[in-house]
């Protein structure tokens, strides 16, 4: 008898252990440092695989469409993915995306995350929450595109996540 078994990796980074750090440029022609929302604001990062791609497409349009309800929390959100930074100014302008997407083409910071596919210079579908101490809070690997906005505004609640006065 033949028994496979898969190794998967573990998370780069576990709940309660600081983030990485990262300073990314995004397509709003802005570059964003982790390190400048520390003791201001929690921060949810979205990483995706490849702009322009159906699931990606699904997901970036859920947080165009229905931003406003993660807009109701005192927290910084983007989308990351490995795609060159011209890739995602397209890619945000074609789904009018409100948020910034960052791009991380040498795909290091999605190593440190631990979401960079083997072999592939793309990463998986997961968000990570940080919270103003700038610690990870959650790592939600669990993604359904189409309500994306909703399920992030709901987990923001159950973090406790402070809604802007």
């Known amino acids: 008898m033949l028994l496979l078994v898969a190794v998967v990796p573990a998370m780069a980074v576990e709940v309660g252990e600081p983030a990485p750090e990262f300073s990314l440029q995004a397509s709003d022609g802005k ?5 400048d929302f520390k003791g201001k604001q929690a921060v949810a990062i979205a990483w995706y695989p490849k702009a322009f791609t ?32 011209e890739e995602n100014k ?33 990463a998986k579908r997961v968000t990570f929450y940080i919270g103003k101490d ?3 809070l959650k790592i939600d690997e669990n993604i359904k595109p189409a309500t ?18």
Do not use: W
């Not at 570059?31 to 390190?35: G, I, N, V």
């Not at 990606?56 to 947080?63: P, V």
């Not at 909703?150 to 802007?164: F, N, Y």
């Open 31 to 35: 570059t964003y440092t982790l390190s």
């Open 54 to 85: 159906k699931g990606c497409t699904i997901e970036c349009k859920s947080l165009a469409e229905n931003g406003h309800l993660i807009r109701e929390y005192d927290v910084a959100y983007f989308m990351a993915s490995t795609d060159e930074v």
């Open 90 to 122: 397209k890619f945000a302008a074609e789904q009018k995306a409100d948020f910034p997407l960052l791009s991380d083409p040498t795909g290091a910071v999605a190593e440190a995350y631990g979401v960079k596919m083997p072999v592939l210079n793309m």
């Open 134 to 136: 700038g610690k990870i």
């Open 148 to 165: 994306s906005a909703e399920d992030m505004a709901r987990t923001l609640g159950e973090l406790g996540v402070a809604k802007k006065q």
